[in-house]
């Protein structure tokens, strides 16, 4: 259990930093709608949607590769300064070509009135991608409070900085219209002042890891660096999939939406359905923390004894999680809905997409399996694996969208993106058992996800009958704490074995079966 309990306080500080962290920027969805028109909100997430692309080539899966080879005594001495000098030599050549060729994608974007907006966006990814490695470093010597302590103040600037330009300024430039303010600040020019915040708190979180980026050495290890690039190069195309999978599905609604040559009423469609699916914070947050905690541990754990038992009592956990997180979000929806816009008027408009968070929400459940099954192609050097089973997910996404998005908009986003991580995770299983299994308690874990699924619909159809919000409220707890009543029980040997929490979980104790 020292393994787990290891996991669990890594996973708890990267959630500090991670899930914090992205829910402070997530809380300013009902703070941007309202200041953003929905149309500009689009132009927003269209911007934000195609940034994860170029991260992934920008930094070509070496995060991972880095993780793989640095506690290997053959490579561990130069592993780090060849890492930085190759990311270094890429993210200068990528952001020049960037910033040169900013005219056509913004055109392809459909943003061409604001091409500076792709010079912001190259210099955010430069930034960031410097920062990979030395995050990575910080992970890797297990130092996960400064880790969380440079990812919340940047973070935080980043935050300040939003609403000192949306807020502040248009103040500051309307009581002295002939000042500075006055002069220079542009209220219409919202979208471009939050990309420039975020480039002030990339800036700073650059600057926190001043000390880890140069602590390298110019000494770059050709053989070292080959070893790493045949690794990695499998994850990039993984990575290009995943990105095709998680956002492309926007850029394809501001093409596809079935609002004619109506560009502005297409990116509505966009902005609704990005702001629906942040909806779904509780679990992509989670899985985003889990990821930063588990990818070294699940590394350093396959030089122990029996490592595949530990994964499969991870991923019991990893489940029992997000079911539960499932259901706070999609049975008190009706809740979460006023997190979408302090504008009255937008709040009803971001409303009509509200049908595409269930949707949403199984998905990324789905998503989060596969990130935990993915660790047999990680092991067994097999990220070509990785790489066909995105494909197939990316292929399956373009499809669905290119078909229905016409004819259905945005629900044919969700359903495709619901379909695409079912399929990756199924083949991901299949796959991963033939060539390095692992004792998942599969049909139990299937299990509790039909049921957190059947008491949703249960919900629905008693609050489709009983139409007033205490009922809601009162049987949207009782079926939640139905379902974690029964996890208890189920699971109370495992829950008895845990640290801190285990206590609770002996004889006597009311909340455990009887025997």
């Not at 539960?324 to 937008?346: E, N």
């Not at 099954?373 to 399956?396: C, F, N, P, Q, R």
Request: with cysteine; hydrophobic share 50%.
């Amino acid at each position: 259990m020292s393994s787990i309990k290891k996991l669990a306080g890594q996973t708890m500080w990267y959630g500090v930093s991670s899930i914090v962290g992205r829910f402070l920027i997530y809380l300013l969805t009902p703070y941007l709608t309202s200041k953003l028109s929905v149309a500009r909100y689009g132009d927003m997430s269209l911007m934000y949607a195609a940034i994860p692309f170029l991260n992934v080539i920008f930094t070509y899966g070496i995060e991972t590769a880095y993780f793989r080879f640095a506690t290997k005594a053959e490579y561990k001495k130069d592993i780090y300064n060849t890492a930085i000098i190759s990311i270094l030599c890429s993210t200068f050549l990528l952001t020049a070509l960037l910033v040169i060729s900013r005219s056509s994608i913004a055109h392809f974007l459909r943003i061409d009135d604001h091409p500076e907006f792709i010079t912001y966006a190259a210099l955010i990814i430069a930034l960031d991608t410097l920062c990979t490695l030395p995050y990575a470093k910080l992970r890797l010597d297990q130092r996960p409070r400064k880790y969380a302590l440079i990812r919340i103040s940047s973070i935080v600037l980043q935050i300040f900085a939003i609403y000192f330009l949306l807020s502040i300024c248009p103040r500051l430039a309307k009581e002295s219209p002939n000042g500075f303010f006055g002069t220079f600040y542009k209220p219409e020019y919202g979208v471009g002042y939050y990309m420039i915040a975020n480039l002030l708190g990339s800036f700073f979180a650059f600057a926190f890891l001043y000390k880890e980026f140069f602590s390298f050495r110019f000494k770059f290890n050709k053989k070292v660096w080959t070893t790493m690039m045949i690794y990695s190069m499998p994850l990039i195309i993984a990575g290009f999939g995943g990105m095709i999978n998680e956002t492309f599905d926007r850029i394809m609604l501001s093409w596809l939406a079935p609002v004619g040559d109506n560009i502005t009423a297409a990116k509505d469609q966009v902005a609704i359905y990005s702001a629906c699916y942040k909806l779904s914070i509780l679990i992509t947050l989670f899985i985003q923390a889990f990821r930063m905690g588990a990818e070294p541990f699940f590394f350093k754990q396959a030089e122990g004894q029996n490592p595949q038992k530990v994964y499969a009592r991870v991923m019991k956990f990893f489940v029992i999680t997000i079911t539960v997180m499932f259901l706070v979000v999609a049975l008190y929806i009706d809740i979460w809905k006023y997190f979408l816009s302090t504008d009255p008027v937008k709040l009803k408009i971001y409303w009509t997409g509200l049908k595409v968070v269930p949707i949403l929400l199984l998905a990324n459940m789905f998503l989060g399996i596969y990130y935990n099954l993915s660790i047999w192609y990680k092991l067994t050097h097999k990220t070509i694996a990785g790489a066909y089973i995105t494909l197939i997910g990316a292929v399956l996404t373009l499809l669905i969208n290119f078909i229905f998005i016409p004819y259905f908009g945005y629900m044919a986003c969700a359903w495709a993106t619901f379909l695409c991580y079912f399929s990756m995770m199924v083949i991901s299983f299949v796959w991963g058992q033939k060539d390095y299994r692992i004792p998942y308690a599969w049909k139990k874990l299937c299990a509790y996800i039909v049921i957190v699924v059947l008491l949703f619909f249960v919900h629905r159809a008693l609050t489709h009958f009983f139409i007033n919000t205490l009922f809601n409220f009162v049987s949207a707890t009782i079926l939640l704490l139905l379902y974690v009543w029964f996890i208890l029980n189920v699971e109370w040997k495992e829950f008895q074995r845990m640290p801190v929490v285990g206590k609770y979980f002996k004889e006597g104790n009311v909340i455990v079966r009887k025997r």
